[in-house]
């Protein structure tokens, strides 16, 4: 398994951006198929973006597409999810993830999972 740390997470008002981060210690990312989910309390998990390990596909939940920009730096160990115009209904707790083919959509594609950081969205 792969240990996962998110950060950046916070407080913003609607329309503003955050990003974040998420990066692996002691192992490399590099060839490593990454997601992004979120969940609120009492609801499942939910997809919201997902990389291939070269960065070369992508995909989103519809609801994010237009605003949410998954990315890599493979050089520093570290995916993204730039996020723009964010609206209350993006609050929640971000959770990255890792697996080793191809771009998963469902929590159960997924072998290792990082804490989650807190973001919420005021009106």
């Known amino acids: 398994q792969v240990r996962l740390v998110e950060s950046g997470g916070g407080l913003v008002q609607a329309g503003g951006s955050l990003r974040l981060s998420c990066t692996a210690s002691?192992?490399?990312?590099?060839?490593?198929?990454m997601g992004w989910f979120r969940q609120v309390p009492g609801k499942e998990r939910e997809f919201v973006a997902a990389?291939?390990?070269?960065?070369?596909?992508?995909d989103y939940l519809d609801s994010v597409k237009g605003r949410f920009t998954i990315t890599r730096d493979n050089a520093k160990n570290t995916i993204y999810l730039q996020m723009n115009n964010l609206k209350p209904e993006d609050t929640a707790v971000y959770y990255c993830?890792?697996?080793?083919?191809?771009?998963?959509?469902?929590?159960?594609?997924?072998?290792?999972w990082g804490q989650g950081t807190q973001v919420t969205v005021s009106s």
């Open positions: 002691g192992r490399s990312l590099s060839s490593y198929n």
């Open positions: 990389i291939t390990w070269s960065g070369g596909n992508t």
């Open positions: 993830a890792s697996r080793r083919y191809g771009l998963g959509y469902t929590v159960s594609e997924y072998e290792s």
